[in-house]
């Protein structure tokens, strides 16, 4: 015979209205997971722009922080990506020989869902990088920043020509990396 559940078992069951309270609860618990690692992380780059432990978590982070804020406001993703920007600015500017930030500002280029809507915030972004290479014109992490912005928004032609051939000249080692992403563009 095959045993079956008795009455009592059925009856202690949970209804199906505790099963999704609990599951709810569950989502909730793991969202404060999320939010207390992605504090976690901010508060490590924070105090060390060169973490990048820090910046790889946050990069993993980042869409589950971006789906819970969308939840809340539909328009939260500008805000959240105008966030990352500053936070790449801000470690870049402070150490732009330092690649941690320039790992995350490309992870970030390529996962922004729609770079047209940031299309004048990039241009300003561009900008900025060029005022930081008058200070260091031969820094290859500003070189390499400022051509992925201009890629990005499909722009500056011949200005990310210009930045891949100098590339070449200052970083030997990697010149036929820069000819190769010459001979994609």
Avoid: C
């Avoid at 561009?126 to 722009?155: C, F, I, M, Q, Y």
Wanted: aromatic share 10%; charged share 30%; net charge negative.
């Amino acid at each position: 015979t095959v045993p079956t559940m008795s009455q009592d078992a059925t009856e202690r069951r949970p209804s199906a209205e505790a099963e999704a309270e609990v599951g709810i609860a569950a989502v909730d618990q793991l969202w404060e997971l999320v939010e207390s690692e992605w504090q976690f992380a901010v508060h490590k780059i924070e105090k060390n722009f060169s973490n990048g432990s820090a910046f790889f978590y946050r990069s993993q982070l980042l869409p589950f922080i971006v789906r819970r804020r969308l939840q809340i406001d539909p328009d939260a993703l500008i805000g959240s990506v105008e966030e990352e920007l500053a936070v790449i600015e801000g470690a870049v500017f402070v150490e732009p020989d330092d690649q941690t930030a320039w790992w995350y500002h490309a992870f970030l280029l390529e996962w922004i869902p729609d770079l047209s809507v940031f299309h004048d915030r990039l241009l300003g972004q561009a900008e900025s990088l060029r005022d930081l290479l008058s200070d260091s014109p031969d820094n290859k992490w500003v070189l390499l920043g400022l051509h992925r912005v201009l890629d990005a928004l499909l722009t500056g032609e011949e200005e990310r020509r210009e930045i891949l051939q100098k590339l070449q000249e200052i970083d030997p080692d990697r010149a036929a990396r820069y000819r190769n992403m010459q001979a994609q563009a």
